[in-house]
């Protein structure tokens, strides 16, 4: 590429960012872009869906709340958590919920102890925070 070519060029995207900024700052339309507390929390924290879907459900489904405290024993599987928790009311679908801990690796994570359970907790909820895997 030769010097006058490389100058043309040069100019050409002075010349564009010009217009583009001309325009932007011209029209107002940069004003009021600068989002809210609340709106800049659910940037950075985005939603998960399965998290959304699985409270909606669990608060239609079940109005009252059923607490029951699994015993984790040593080398307890991830169907043997699900068959559990299913017959204890804590979750509605054994076959779901053992496939939620297999699909996100969490039934390769499993801990032994026992740990407090409600029927309000999502799956997220029940595989990750603090209760069945670490």
């Known amino acids: 590429m030769n010097k006058a070519r490389l100058q043309g060029l040069s100019a050409g995207i002075i010349f564009t960012t010009t217009i583009f900024a001309a325009f932007y700052y011209g029209t107002g339309s940069f004003e009021d872009t600068t989002p809210t507390a609340e709106e800049a929390k659910e940037t950075f924290q985005p939603k998960d869906p399965d998290m959304d879907s699985m409270e909606k459900e669990a608060s239609k489904k079940n109005p009252s709340i059923v607490t029951y405290t699994i015993k984790v024993k040593t080398n307890m599987t991830a169907t043997e958590i ?3 928790l299913s017959k204890e009311k804590i979750i509605n679908d054994a076959a779901e919920f053992e496939a939620y801990m297999n ?32």
């Not at 996100?104 to 925070?129: C, H, P, W």
């Open 103 to 134: 699909d996100r690796d969490f039934s390769k994570k499993i801990q032994i102890g026992e740990f407090v359970v409600t029927n309000n907790m999502t799956y997220r909820q029940l595989a990750k925070a603090n209760t069945l895997t670490h």
């Open 82 to 84: 699900a068959d559990s």
